[in-house]
Nanobody, 124 residues
Framework: VQLQASGGGLVQAGGSLRLSCAAS????????MGWFRQAPGKEREYVAS?????????SYADAVGGRFTISRDNSQTTVLLQMNSLKPEDTAVYYC?????????????????WGQGTLVTVSS
């Protein structure tokens, strides 16, 4: 499995960015895909995720709820993260991830595959 993240960049506070993660390989094993982020000097934290089944059920961290939207394109096995009303505290390296089993979603140990990060910088 390979996960390829893209879409990061520099944006002013209040602006928007859209991240994309393209998956290849044994994607039919996926149960859920999601995004984590890691700010300088901080631990990697959960951002959002979406189920890969028919429900497409989504989940968001409290810090991004109402501003970020996660979606998927099953035909292209791509997951998107639309980020609006960005704040300087959203500055981080964003990582996409995939998991193949049910269970917890908030810890990095609960995810099976990781993409390389893409840097998002929000200036004040």
């Amino acid at each position: 499995v390979q996960l390829q993240a893209s879409g990061g960049g520099l944006v002013q506070a209040g602006g928007s960015l859209r991240l994309s993660c393209a998956a290849s390989g044994r994607t039919f094993d996926f149960y859920r895909m999601g995004w984590f982020r890691q700010a300088p000097g901080k631990e990697r934290e959960y951002v959002a995720s979406i189920s890969w089944g028919a429900s497409g059920r989504t989940s968001y961290a409290d810090a991004v709820g109402g501003r970020f939207t996660i979606s998927r394109d099953n035909s292209q096995t791509t997951v998107l993260l639309q980020m609006n009303s960005l704040k300087p505290e959203d500055t981080a390296v964003y990582y996409c991830a995939a998991k193949t089993q049910t269970g917890g979603i908030y810890e990095i140990s609960q995810w099976d595959y990781w993409g390389q990060g893409t840097l998002v910088t929000v200036s004040s």
